[in-house]
């Protein structure tokens, strides 16, 4: 036998060894056995691990769409901002080297990620409170999902994913059809009109769409990124890759972007898409698709139905499966070509053997469903979400998230301090006070409460509680009735009437705290100076107590402080700019002397009136300008300082009013509106008519003067030539020109301005009117004017006195910029927040330290991935704003107001653990805000009701405190005559129902069978505080020896109603009438009407 060659033998080996590599390469590409032992252990090192503080080792990802809607990739700007607000990272993932450095190659991190995700928050227990899981309709389990849908979108997507025969596959990459797709690039390059398929799989799209930016695969090398991570992440439960194949399908269709829906919003997933798109039921679809066509029962009616239901089903799902390549497109803009494109698909599947014809037949004439279809279901009511919405924006707030849409998206769990068992039962039972039956059953119609007639259903109840603990005051409950977004509690400015008392006593008492501790380390001579009689009595006062005992402890001057008396007696006070009087609710009191405890006690207004005098007096006796050397000398240079801003506030005031009466009248109309004034007077009349048209010949003013004026009052012609020259534009400056009209000058020229400039706006108009508002005032500069000048000082003086009172008032909670300059102010007339109530009475359980509002204690962000992240708030910061000994001292007051006060029917409400009666007190207050007009002569010429409020501030016991506020907005409020009993008694009924969540009391003994035990002794009740008695005051401020206490029951708070029409002001000397020169009043920002009271 002839011997084979050594080459051909060389050949042959060769070529078999190249069949060998070649054979072993191919069944590696569609087996992946060799790569899946690399990528297994490459996938067993990304771990991770929870541990205490900061991470040492962790990285963010980048700005995918999924990383920025679940907020793993907003962390590095959460982090800081939380720790800067007062958080701290208790515990954080800390990643493995290994998974740390596939991310620094550029992967993304591959971990087992969350289908559905969302904000939800955690009541005090730790119970769910509010879930915001999106997208809302999921597969749970692969099992669950049709199999006609796994089918139709692997036939289309990625037909080879779920092969059994190979189980170490790697699903990321199908070699063939990558080839392909390079192929088709390759030749797309020199036919550019060439449609290249793509070659990406299932696996792959889900990272490109989760994690590339703006979901798209912008270069090769983001492609190789997907792909890479995509292969690593098929490993992580270890080298069979079905498990996770199939998971990878699930995934698809729960997270596929489908574009936004109007009305919903971004679109995720085929569930949402199903309903969001075509207001399908996901499940109802599910079922249909599993049950299958029809089976042929002879019933064809029934089969028929059936088989349409299928059809319908089937065409609307595999629509969504389609869209997926433009979702915007398809979806929102050309529904004709998703529906061509759809029928397309289901002629493929027919072609694979996976559909019938028939039923391919049926589902092409189904017309696909518009998203009009869809019927929302009703959105939750607000009135049941005030709590949850209130934390869900104040969480928003935090991380510096400015929709709540984007907030309910985020993987973030929050723990709130909401009590959520007695959150529904005040809730609830706010809700039902809208109905009249529960209403009288609750007690609420009667004598200063509801009345029958009423339309109960427009009353605003809104009420808030807080738990004092270490950690600060904790927010227990949030509620109220108003079935809309806005919250009375935190967003009104409200005239909350006498709760206004609560703040003035505060003020009062830390006035003299202060006065007692800068005063004891001064020497005798000094302190003997300051008890001399002085317009301000707070300072005498302290001064000649420590005069009489130096060691006197500032508890014990606290005490007296409550027990000096004051008249009750009307008055007519100048403040706010002019002449006020104010009344009692009680017309009783009127007569009557009474000490402080008494007047908070049963809430009289005439002494607070006076309280707030005294505070005034001090507070502008301790400016820089030293009230008293102002007034009192007449050659003081501060003088014209305080003339000049008064001239420049006043003037403003009167500017802005003609600005707003003409700003929408052309030039004619102007002067008509002026010309209808002057009476049919001549004289009148050419004097504005020659200021406001200084170049007017004769004739023309003769032909407007016979156009304006009555033919009976015209004169002849010799007295119009004299008229018309003595009134030429030099004859008279703006003050006497006004005075000869008897129009306000500074109407006269903002009229002339207007005419030749219409132009101008308010800010111009202030700008050049410094000259014309000097022209107008300059007689009160004269010296001869002492009188008048110190009317319009003392008004400057008191409104600079309440500047300092605001930034008292601000330090202790009060919300806004601005307060009314007047002694109303102490009655409620320049508004307040009950949630501003709340944090004063706060500062006052606490002894006088802010310890800050709780509402979230901890964010728990990504839990269960590599970006986990847990923080806590830390302990609010505590800031002693008061001394302990005022705050002890206001309690005890408030306490009266519940023993035998305003409030006495709360008596007892609330019961210790032991069953014994606990401590309330509070402030109630009744507001009646209306806007009032008035003429000449105090003339009442228009009274608008703008809203009734009843309010109860309160604390209860030692660790609860909170306000309960109804309130009727707009004109119906007329209606309505209730006054702070309303809320009392509404209390009254809520603490027996609260009883179980604050203080739950303890279980009765069991006791065995014998004879009946002796009864226990009824526990004598707790001592209740009594107005101390008051030590020795020293002249010359007597002290009354304090009342006993008053019988237990309740009196009505001091109610603040309308204003009286302001008395006529001092004479006040001028360059023109007396009647028509400006108000005295100082101009503020707008707040709530400045009510006198009335009964």
Known sequence: MRKIPRRILAALGILLLLLLVAALVAYELVSSAVEARYLVKTAQKMTWRVEPGPSERIRYPGDGPYDVRLGYSKLPQYLPRLEAAGWQVDAQAKISVQMARAKDLGLFLPYHEKDQAGLMLRDSDGKRLYQGKHPTRVYARFEDIPPILVNALLHIENRELLTEQFPTRNPAVEWDRLAQALLEKGISLIDPGRNVPGGSTLPTQIEKYRHSPEGMTSSMGEKLRQMGTASVRAYLDGPNTLPMRKKTVMAYLNTVPLAAAPGFGEVSGVGDGLWAWYGLDFATINRTLKQGPAARNGRAKKNAATDAAYASALKHVLSLVVAERRPSYYLAANRKALDAATDDHLELLVGAGLIP????????????????????????????????????????????????????????????????????????????????????????????????????????????????????????????????????????????????????????????????????????????????????????????????????????????????????????????????????????????????????????????????????????????????????????????????????????????????????????????????????????????????????????????????????????????????????????NLADRGYVTQIHPLELWVVKTLRSAPATDLEALYEQGAAARREVYNWLFKTSRKNAQDIRIQSLLEVEAFDGLLNDWKRLGYPFDNITPSYATAIGSSGDRPAALAELMGILLNDGVRAGSVSVTGLHFAADTPYETRLSRRATARERLLPAEVARTVRRALALVVEGGTAARLAGALKTADGKPLTIGGKTGTGDHRFERFGRGGELLESRVVNRTATFAFYLGDRYFGTLTALVPGEQAGQFGFTSSLTAQILKNLLPQLQPHLYPLAPAPKQEAGPPAEAPAVPAAPATPEAPAPAPLPAPVPAEPTKPRAPVTEKPDGATSQADPPAKEPKAEGGFPEDLEPSVVVPVPATPAAPTPAP
Do not use: C
Not at 375 to 404: H, S, W, Y
Not at 637 to 660: A, S
Not at 669 to 689: I, K, Q, W
């Open 357 to 732: 014809r028939p039923l391919a037949e049926r589902a092409k004439a189904v017309k696909l469903r518009s998203t009009r279809q869809r019927i929302d279901p009703p959105a939750p009511r607000f009135v049941d979400q005030k709590a949850t919405n209130a934390q869900r924006i104040r969480v928003a707030q935090l991380l510096g998230e400015e929709r709540l849409y984007d907030l309910d998206r985020l993987d973030l769990t929050v723990d709130t301090t909401i009590n959520q068992p007695a959150q529904k039962v005040v809730s609830g039972y706010l809700q039902s006070l809208a109905r009249p039956s529960a209403a009288a059953a609750a007690g609420l119609m009667g004598h200063r409460l509801l009345r029958p007639e009423n339309p109960i259903e427009n009353v605003i109840y809104s009420f808030t509680l807080y738990e004092k603990a270490p950690t600060g005051n904790l927010l227990r409950i949030q509620a109220d009735n108003l079935n809309q977004p806005f919250d009375i509690n935190s967003q009104a400015r409200l005239d909350l009437g006498s709760t206004a008392k609560l703040r003035t006593l505060v003020t009062y008492l830390e006035i003299v705290a202060r006065l007692h501790d800068a005063y004891r380390s001064l020497e005798r001579p000094a302190l003997v100076a300051k008890a001399r009689p002085q317009r301000d009595a707070l300072s005498q006062w302290v001064a000649a107590r420590l005069l009489a005992n130096r060691e006197e402890a500032l508890a014990v001057t606290l005490d007296a402080a409550m027990a000096r008396s004051y008249s009750a007696s009307p008055e007519t006070f100048f403040t706010g700019g002019g002449l006020h009087n104010f009344a009692n609710f009680d017309p009783k009191d009127n007569s009557r002397v009474m000490d402080v405890w008494e007047a908070t006690r049963n809430s009289v207004n005439l002494v607070y009136i006076r309280i707030m005098r005294d505070i005034v007096r001090h507070y502008a006796s301790a400016s820089p300008g030293a009230a008293a050397r102002i007034l009192d000398d007449a050659s003081n240079p501060m003088r014209n300082t305080y003339l000049m801003r008064f001239v420049d506030q006043e003037g403003r005031v009167f500017i802005n009013r003609f600005y707003q009466r003409h700003k929408r009248q052309t030039a004619a109309e102007m002067a008509d509106d002026l010309y209808d004034r002057v009476d049919g007077n001549p004289r009148r009349f050419t004097s504005a008519f020659r200021y406001l048209n200084p170049q007017a010949n004769f004739a023309a003013y003769a032909a407007e003067l016979k156009k304006q004026l009555p033919a009976a009052t015209i004169p002849n012609e010799k007295t119009l030539e004299a008229l018309y020259e003595a009134h030429a534009p030099e004859a008279y």
